[in-house]
């Protein structure tokens, strides 16, 4: 068969004997002179001619492909049968893993029930790359199939951060018990103008209204006290308030807590149309590419379900949530941030972050001490309490301040913010956007997050007792956090003897021996009178 060059070049060469002869009438002479030049018939030459009057292009004279016209050759009722099945059957089937095997599974079944010839593969594949294109052509003469990819241009830092939420594809395990805890979700906010992530947020709960807050205070914020709790070294400036907060609408977007503090820092919110994922393409293609490099991990489950049995996750989950939170935090700042990016023509991020930075520093917070703690809270969650006799009552938990013995004699309600991963601390309001610090009722309690209160909550009811008390939540909290610590020390253990022999120890051994070995924590006896200090008078 002849080549696509070989066919348009032939065409030109006949186009170049009628293209002189006009619209005129053509003599007998001419068509036998032309059919000379041409190697064909002379009536060939009056075929030709009419086909390159109707439309005076050398294409019009390409040669035909040989064979059979093209047309069905199909029983009428077969071609009804991949009809149905085509048009009406497959659309409503939206979940199949192999549509094109399926799709020749039900037109042999139906044509088996309805007596008739079953076609070949090949036809009903043909049959449905019909259909396929034909739909394609319906969406593109839709309003939105105008809408080109990498149209939204965005020429300064802070002037549009998307954040989105996604489920992790990867498996982690409790830091208690190593056993498999989930997929975490994970939320991240990006800079479009920079492709720089201003801040993320990982955890294995649902995101919700606090996620959004936590999520925009390390945004703002500066990282450094971050890195340092996670035990991680990167070099992370980008920070500041976002002019326009994009995102999608989903209800923990439209909280009272997001919005208020949004109308107290000038901050305005933009939501996507609904329908319509392609504004939010920066965020997704973020997403994806973190997804993609989350599948080296141990644990992973990919993003197809189709692969997910074949990779076994559960048997090779490892990784905690401080762990993941780690590991995010090293690739996107170090590797990330520090690699060409096809959307910023080749520029790593970190490097456009740096020629642009200047026009976002007016958006960062004063230097007021003060400042990045007003922020803070502006952005945390919300609850409501009324002041009772002793305190206040907040994830059954007692709080107490001395304003609260004038406050209860009016059984006065207040608006509380709390952070969810120090629970020590609350923060009430007072009138005129102002907030008083409130502590534990018991100063001796220790700093918990609300995570290590619900994991409590939820061991505590696993053994059957209904009523709770904050003794039990701290007490069960203790306990949990010293399962950490063994556990951490049996696995250091273990791989520190697994250095020193030169190959693998049994697990057993190491934990027995890290159990003989753990120091003995000091018990804190909560039903006891206080002691009080001796303290020197002024």
């Known amino acids: 068969m002849a080549s696509i060059e070989e066919r348009a070049a032939r065409a030109a060469k006949i186009a170049s004997v009628p293209r002189p002869l006009g619209n005129g009438v053509l003599s007998r002479q001419q068509a036998e002179r032309a059919a000379q030049l041409l190697g064909v018939h002379c009536t060939a030459v009056y075929r030709l001619r009419r086909r390159f009057l109707a439309d005076p292009v050398a294409s019009t004279l390409e040669p035909r ?37 399926d799709l020749v599974l039900e037109v042999k079944r139906r044509c088996s029930v309805a007596g008739l010839s079953p076609p070949s593969r090949s036809t009903i594949a043909r049959r449905w790359l019909s259909y396929r294109e034909q739909d394609a052509l319906a969406r593109a003469a839709l309003p939105n199939a105008a809408v080109a990819p990498g149209t939204f241009q965005v020429r300064h830092p802070l002037d549009i951060v998307q954040v989105d939420h996604t489920q992790a594809d990867i498996l982690l395990v409790s830091e208690l ?3 498999i805890i989930g997929r975490p979700w994970l939320s991240v906010a990006l800079d479009v103008a920079t492709r720089c992530v201003l801040g993320f947020y990982v955890a294995m709960e649902r995101p919700g209204t606090a996620t959004v807050s936590l999520l925009l205070s390390r945004v703002v914020l500066r990282k450094e006290p971050w890195l340092e709790r996670l035990g991680v070294e990167a070099d992370w400036p980008m920070r500041g308030i976002p002019r326009t907060l994009h995102l999608d609408n989903a209800a923990e977007f ?8 949004c109308r107290e820092y000038g901050i305005e919110l933009m939501y996507r149309p609904v329908g319509k994922p392609h504004f939010g393409g920066h965020i997704e293609r973020l997403n994806r590419t973190l997804m993609e490099r ?3 991990l141990p644990g992973s489950t990919g993003s197809s379900v189709k692969g997910r049995k074949a990779r076994q996750a559960e048997k090779t989950a490892s990784l905690t949530l401080k762990q993941f939170e780690q590991w995010l935090a090293v690739e996107i700042g170090r590797r990330y941030h520090c690699s060409p990016h096809r959307g910023l023509l080749g520029l790593q991020p970190a490097q456009k972050w740096q020629e642009t930075w ?30 009772q006799r002793d305190g206040l009552k907040l994830f059954l938990i007692r709080y107490w301040h001395p304003l609260f013995a004038a406050w209860r004699e009016t059984r006065r309600s207040v608006t509380i913010r709390y952070h969810p991963e120090d629970l020590s601390r609350i923060f009430v309001s007072a009138g005129r956007g102002s907030f008083v610090e409130v502590r534990y009722a018991d100063l001796r309690r220790p700093p918990i997050s609300l995570f290590e209160q619900r994991a409590a909550l939820r061991a505590i009811r696993a053994r059957g007792q209904r009523a709770v008390s904050e003794r039990e939540i701290f007490e069960t909290v203790e306990q949990q956090r010293q399962l950490v610590v063994t556990s951490q020390r049996a696995t250091r253990a273990r791989r520190r003897m697994a250095r020193q022999a030169g190959g693998l120890v049994p697990k057993s051994s190491i934990e027995d021996l890290s159990l003989t070995e753990q120091r003995q924590v000091e018990q804190v006896n909560y039903d006891a009178p206080v002691t009080a200090y001796d303290v020197e008078q002024w």
């Open 65 to 101: 492909q040989p064979g059979r016209a093209t047309g069905g050759r199909l029983d009428a009722a077969v071609e009804c049968v991949i009809d149905e099945a085509v048009h009406e059957w497959l659309p409503d089937q939206r979940h199949l893993a192999h549509p094109a095997t």
């Open 177 to 179: 018990d190593g056993q």
């Open 254 to 261: 439209k909280s009272r807590a997001l919005r208020s503090g």
């Open 294 to 296: 989350v599948r080296g």
């Open 358 to 387: 200047r026009a976002a520093d007016s958006r960062c917070l004063p230097t007021q001490p003060d400042a990045e703690l007003k922020f803070l809270i502006r952005f945390l969650p919300v609850a409501s309490r009324t002041i």
